[in-house]
Nanobody, 123 residues
Framework: QVQLVESGGGLVQPGGSLRLSCVASGRTFSYYGMGWFRQAPGKARDVVAVISRSGGMTYYADSVKGRFTISRDNAKDTVYLQMNSLKPEDTAVYSC????????????????WGQGTQVAVSS
């Protein structure tokens, strides 16, 4: 079992920045590919960004390319999501997840999920 706890969400104005963190516990963090997903009100959960076990491969949804950066620190058992130039349409609950695969871009590939952290972008 892997436990995931997100933090860093909040209310920010359009154009602002936030950094989300997700701390893992329970198993060796570097064994898992990691991803950030989001779910806006009334919409399905969708992938935002994913990163491979070593951090050497990343993937971004088209809607966040050039604005968001995913990274991980295996020594700290933590994955990050740096979000810049935030837009109102980025408002959602953001969750991190862990996959036993090296790398995964589909929700079904993920085995463990955090509870999520709310991000609201509004003036």
């Amino acid at each position: 079992q892997v436990q995931l706890v997100e933090s860093g969400g909040g209310l920010v104005q359009p154009g602002g920045s936030l950094r989300l963190s997700c701390v893992a516990s329970g198993r060796t963090f570097s064994y898992y590919g990691m991803g950030w997903f989001r779910q806006a009100p009334g919409k399905a959960r969708d992938v935002v960004a994913v990163i491979s076990r070593s951090g050497g491969m990343t993937y971004y949804a088209d809607s966040v390319k050039g604005r968001f950066t995913i990274s991980r620190d295996n020594a700290k058992d933590t994955v990050y999501l740096q979000m810049n130039s935030l837009k109102p349409e980025d408002t959602a609950v953001y969750s991190c997840a862990a996959t036993k695969s090296t790398y995964g871009t589909r929700l079904i590939e993920y085995d463990y999920w955090g509870q999520g952290t709310q991000v609201a972008v509004s003036s």
